[in-house]
Each structure stands twice: as structure tokens, then as C-alpha cells.
């Protein structure tokens, strides 16, 4: 309501009005457990599906904004730890993703999703460790949408050619993705599941404050 | 009493986001009340119940009864406060005013043909002036449902004025009926509409009914004290009635008057809870929060 529909002829300077929303009826915290986390001292590359260390041994830390402490350790790529990820990329793509039929592609993006739905409360509660936003946030949004994502373009990928038709649909080819650091998993899914999904392969680069 | 309002314009209540306001009132149901906290929200809902009994069969020793269960809520477990009103019809007022004497407890009385309202201005004074002269200090009034409806905001501002004015001294509780009134743009409309034309308490069931008082209703009419608030600086009370039948969704109610209007609303002189059933839940949870078990209603009075 506008201020002015109620101001009647004794009315107080509004600007002085406060409300006391502290005192009384104090909640008592209810905090998310972190003691099922179990997160390694330091994370490597993935490229070509395994662990490798960056070529030029490069670490940062990464910390949680509510305890200042560091989490883990991540690798630093360099334009040489980049270049491999791009061929390896090209190879899987040439030579396995892009041929693979659209039916087949499908089953392992269902896959990613179920396994995100699996290990959801983990994946929420380290998103809130890492990024320092409410757990409500990460638990009820980030989290279970990253996953709908994947689901919905797991469902996509083999009717790309009844959505349009009469248009022939074909991949393109490696992706390179960056990715923001408000919502770090959700925005890597949003890139991540409908390239994979139509038979690209991808390099992804996570923000550096949170990965 | 002084006001220079003299109607209502209906285009100045805000609409209201059905949606958001539900998904609002589900977020204060999941707030951690424990320990000591939970027992001074028990208590503090114990001592904003207004205590009713509003049946066609009440007779004098159901309101001394009623009268003697605010007084002694539960005398086998000191430590209960008692309740903030007996709430009775007006002619039980003379009996509940000396049943309570000596204590603190103030007597309020539904009046203006409750709770269907449909009577002449006329009846509705005098039916407010008796009340008023047999002892009570608050007034719970209906509203005309029918002639707010119809779009008559200004016959319904006029009536609850005059009513106010028969009041004297007694505060004002202006009961909307919102479960006759539809949609939760209604309600945020009565309320203002209610404070403008002088309510003290904006109430909002007669418990006659169905549905009575909800979270999202009891939520658009705290919004409607703080945007007055805001906007003047008076404070206005408000009493959700009927339908809180237990004490987990009584300290709902906290967490939203505590949310939605602070701590200065967090007391018997501002907000209340028209209840009779709540009063032995409250009682049971206490002495269970106390003792670690739950006992038999059998020990508890039944009214």
C-alpha cells in the first residue's frame, strides 16, 4: 500500500518507524550436517575421462566464504593443459560421440541425471560449502534442476529430427563453455546436457572462485 | 474519535499474490522453535487466547465454568498464565464479569446481531450499547458481509463507525467473516477498510464458519497493520479465531506475527487467538515439555 492512502491527520514522521523483527521468540539454528562430505585435499584435471595433473603443476585453493578455510586444492590449466583437453575432445568427438546414434547418446545423459538425483544432498551441501549460498537455495534449485536439465535434454536427443522437420540435424563439434560462479553447477548443466545431448563434446572451463 | 477519515477508496488496497502469499505462510511453518523458546511461545499463545463459548445452549454455569478455566487453567501444574478474555454472548456478559472478579482477565462480547449481522443500525447500538453497560471492555462486531460484497463499502465503513462510537470505551473488534468474503483481495480491502473506520482489533471469524481463520488470511491482515503502521504510526490488534485447534500451528502463528509485525505485536494487547481447544493442547504440550511425557486428556478439564 502507498504511504500516502492511509496518512491521516496525526500521522508520525514514517521515516522513524521501525519494526522489531529480533527480540523475542529466539529460533534455534538448524543447520545442514557437512559431516557426510568427504571432499579430497586436491582435485585434478579431467580430460579424456581420466585425472591428470596440469602440465605445469599449477594449484589454487578454493575456500568456504562462511569459515574462511580451505576446502580442497584445484589444478590451474594453462594453454597447454588446454590444448590437450580440445584434442581429446576432437578425437571423442570424430571418432566416437558424434557417431554414436541418438538413441544410444540419450542413455548416458539419463545416466549423469540419476547419478546427480543419487548424491543430491552431497552435491547441495558442498555447493553451499563452497559458494556460501543458503542451502535452501542449493538443495531446493540448484541441485534438482541441474539434474531436470539433464533429463530433459537426454529425452531430446533422439527427436531433434520430429521437432524439426524436414531439417537435417547434425553436430558441430567441440564446445568451448565458461562457466559463471552464481550458480555453478546449475549453469555448467545448462551447457554441459544439451551439447552432449545433440553429439557435441565439450571443454568446460568452471569459474575459478567456485568449482 | 477524532479521525478525519470519513470512507474508504477501495483503490487504494493493494492487490494480493494469492500464490506468493501461500508459499509465504509454508515458509514460517518450517522455522526451529525448541527448548525455551517453545515453552515461552506456549505460554505467551496461553495468554493471548480469548477463551470463547458462543452457543445457543450456553446457560450460566457453562460461562461460571468457562470463567473459573481462564482463571485456573491448570491448577495441578502452577506456572500457566492465564488467558487474555473470556469471550461470551451479551447477556452472559453480567455473568462472566462477576465470575472473573478480581482478576485480570477482561470480558469481551460478540455484538451487532452475530454473527450473521443482518440487522437494522438501530438493533446493532443497542445490542452494543447492552454489552458495553453490562461490563464488557471488548467488542467483537461483524461486518455486513453482504453489503461489502455489493460493493456498499461506504454503508459498511459508516456501521462499523457508529458501532465504535457505541463502544465508549470498550476496544473494537471487527470481525470480516473472510470465509465469506472469497478472495484474499477481499480481505486485504475489509481490512483496510476496518482500521480506517476505527477498529482497535481486526478479527477474522465469527467460528461459525468454514473455512475460519487460515494462515494465508490471518498473513494479508498482519500486512494490512504494518502498512498502517508504516503509514501513521498506530498500532492495530488482530485476532485470528477459530480453527487453531493445536499448539504447533498456535506457534505458526507467533513466527508470522513475529515475521510480519516484530515483537510489539508479540503480546496479549495485540494480538489474540479466539480458541477454546487450544487452551488444553497448550496445557497438555507444557506439562509434557515439562514432565517428558504426555498425559491422558482425562486430566484435563473439558472446558
Not at chain 1, 115 to 126: H, K, N, S
Not at chain 2, 174 to 188: A, F, K, M, P
Amino acid at each position: 500500500m502507498s504511504k500516502k492512502s492511509h496518512k491521516s491527520s496525526k500521522s508520525a514522521d514514517a521515516s522513524e518507524l521501525s519494526l522489531d523483527f529480533i527480540s523475542k521468540l529466539a529460533y534455534a539454528p538448524a543447520p545442514e550436517s557437512t559431516g557426510h562430505i568427504r571432499l579430497q585435499k586436491q582435485y585434478e584435471l579431467f580430460i579424456n575421462g581420466e585425472w591428470v595433473k596440469p602440465v605445469k603443476g599449477g594449484y589454487f585453493e578454493t575456500f568456504s566464504p562462511s569459515t574462511e578455510q580451505s576446502l580442497a586444492r584445484v589444478a590451474e590449466a594453462t594453454q597447454e593443459d588446454v590444448d590437450k583437453a580440445v584434442k581429446a575432445a576432437r578425437n571423442a568427438y570424430e571418432n566416437v560421440w558424434s557417431k554414436m546414434p541418438a538413441k544410444e547418446r540419450g542413455k548416458y545423459i539419463y545416466r549423469i541425471a540419476r547419478l546427480i538425483q543419487e548424491r543430491a544432498r552431497e552435491f547441495a551441501v558442498i555447493e553451499t560449502m563452497d559458494g556460501g549460498k543458503s542451502i535452501r537455495e542449493s538443495r531446493d534449485i540448484d541441485v534438482p534442476l541441474a539434474a531436470n536439465h539433464f533429463f530433459y535434454y537426454a529425452g531430446w536427443a533422439d527427436k531433434l529430427e520430429y521437432a524439426f522437420p524436414g531439417r537435417e540435424v547434425k553436430s558441430i563439434g567441440v564446445a568451448g563453455q565458461i562457466i559463471p560462479w552464481n550458480f555453478p553447477l546449475l549453469m555448467a548443466a545448462w551447457k554441459i546436457a544439451p551439447a552432449l545431448a545433440t553429439g557435441n563434446t565439450v571443454v568446460l572451463k568452471p569459474a575459478e572462485l567456485l568449482r | 474519535m477524532g479521525t478525519t477519515i470519513k470512507s474508504y477508496n477501495p483503490a487504494l488496497s493493494p492487490t494480493i499474490d494469492q500464490v506468493g502469499v501461500e508459499e509465504r505462510c509454508a515458509r514460517f511453518q518450517t522455522r526451529s522453535i525448541k527448548d525455551e523458546t517453545k515453552i515461552a511461545g506456549l505460554k505467551l499463545a496461553m495468554s493471548m487466547i480469548d477463551l470463547t463459548t458462543l452457543e445457543g445452549k450456553d446457560s450460566v454455569g457453562k460461562v461460571q465454568q468457562m470463567c473459573y478455566k481462564a482463571m485456573h487453567p491448570h491448577d495441578a501444574f502452577p506456572g500457566i498464565p492465564q488467558v487474555a478474555a473470556v469471550c461470551v454472548y451479551p447477556t452472559m456478559v453480567k455473568v462472566a464479569r462477576k465470575a472473573l472478579a478480581g482478576s485480570k482477565i477482561h470480558v469481551a462480547s460478540v455484538a451487532t446481531a452475530f454473527p450473521s449481522g443482518l440487522a437494522p443500525l438501530k438493533v446493532k447500538l443497542d445490542d452494543t450499547r447492552f454489552a458495553v453497560e453490562e461490563g464488557a471492555d471488548e467488542i467483537d462486531m461483524v461486518i455486513s458481509r453482504g453489503k461489502f460484497l455489493s460493493g456498499e463499502f461506504n454503508f459498511v465503513f459508516d456501521e462499523i463507525a457508529a458501532i465504535k462510537e457505541a463502544c465508549g470505551k470498550a476496544h473494537l473488534k471487527v470481525i470480516l467473516e473472510t470465509g465469506e468474503l472469497s478472495t484474499l483481495d477481499n480481505v486485504r480491502k475489509a481490512s483496510d477498510l476496518a482500521i480506517l473506520a476505527g477498529a482497535d482489533f481486526i478479527k477474522t471469524s465469527t467460528g461459525k464458519i468454514q473455512p475460519a481463520a487460515t494462515m494465508p488470511v490471518t498473513l494479508v491482515m498482519l500486512e494490512a497493520i504494518r502498512d498502517y503502521y508504516y503509514a501513521t504510526g498506530k498500532m492495530i490488534g488482530m485476532k485470528p479465531a477459530g480453527g487453531i485447534a493445536n499448539s504447533k500451528l498456535a506457534l505458526h502463528y507467533l513466527v508470522m506475527v513475529k515475521e510480519t509485525l516484530g515483537a510489539d505485536w508479540l503480546h496479549p494487547d495485540w494480538f489474540r487467538f479466539g480458541a477454546s481447544k487450544l487452551t488444553n493442547d497448550i496445557i497438555m504440550q507444557l506439562v509434557k515439555q515439562e514432565t517428558g511425557v504426555y498425559q491422558s486428556l482425562n486430566y484435563f478439564s473439558n472446558d
